[in-house]
Antibody, heavy 128, light 108 residues
Framework: EVQLVESGGGLVQPGGSLRLSCAAS????????MSWVRQAPGKGLEWVAN????????YYVDSVKGRFIISRDNAKNSLYLQMNSLRAEDTAVYYC?????????????????????WGQGTLVTVSS | SYELTQPLSVSVALGQTARITCGGD??????VHWYHQKPGQAPVLVIY???NRPSGIPERFSGSNSGNTATLTISRAQAGDEADYYC???????????FGGGTKLTVL
């Protein structure tokens, strides 16, 4: 059974830092692109960042570039999000999500650009 | 940046058909994915690449995509279908994953 379990959320002051973790199990973690997606209270979903299977490619939404760092440890089946210079607008539930590879018409692709499994999320609150 | 537009809310009578739209510039040229999310729960994928259903998703859920509008159709709506629904695409020009604002489905 595929499981994604986030941890590390909590209350932090503006300007502070926090590191989120996502423990993966039930699948070959090193074969998947992974993402962080967040949801502010009462708001919609917002993609935050993603990372390639071997960590060699990383992409971020503009609002977190230069402040957040996504990383992974395939030996530990874990995904991370280092969040620095936190702002009130970063307050949200943060989900980790899996992006599956797929094959079609004789070609195979590393990612599908959608999320087939999600964790239950961890709440980050930025407030003084 | 690419934007997706969804109605804030859609209502449907029990047993009838609900249609939730997702608008975007030439969205028909993109792969559109749909999720539902119930209060306090994580999102769940219900349609991928316009019209494909993951295992475990009822056949009542279907999708289409053409021109500037993608549509999620829920046939024979049930009370358990009440949720927020989000469309999502990948914007190749920015490498961003983009979500629509979400639609709250109410089953009357």
């Amino acid at each position: 059974e595929v499981q994604l379990v986030e941890s590390g959320g909590g209350l932090v002051q503006p300007g502070g830092s926090l590191r989120l973790s996502c423990a993966a199990s039930g699948f070959t973690f090193s074969s998947y692109w992974m993402s962080w997606v967040r949801q502010a209270p009462g708001k919609g979903l917002e993609w935050v960042a993603n990372i390639k299977q071997d960590g060699s490619e990383k992409y971020y939404v503009d609002s977190v570039k230069g402040r957040f760092i996504i990383s992974r440890d395939n030996a530990k089946n874990s995904l991370y999000l280092q969040m620095n210079s936190l702002r009130a607008e970063d307050t949200a539930v943060y989900y980790c999500a899996r992006d599956p590879p797929y094959c079609s018409g004789g070609s195979c692709y590393e990612q599908s650009y959608y999320f087939d499994y999600w964790g239950q999320g961890t709440l980050v609150t930025v407030s003084s | 940046s690419y934007e997706l537009t969804q109605p804030l809310s859609v209502s449907v009578a029990l047993g009838q058909t609900a249609r939730i739209t997702c608008g975007g510039d030439d969205i028909g040229y993109k792969n559109v994915h749909w999720y539902h999310q119930k209060p306090g729960q994580a999102p769940v994928l219900v349609i991928y690449r316009d019209s494909n259903r993951p295992s475990g998703i009822p056949e009542r859920f279907s999708g289409s995509n053409s021109g500037n509008t993608a549509t999620l159709t829920i046939s024979r709506a049930q009370a358990g279908d009440e949720a927020d629904y989000y469309c999502q695409v990948w914007d190749s020009s920015t490498a961003d994953v983009v979500f629509g604002g979400g639609t709250k489905l109410t089953v009357l």
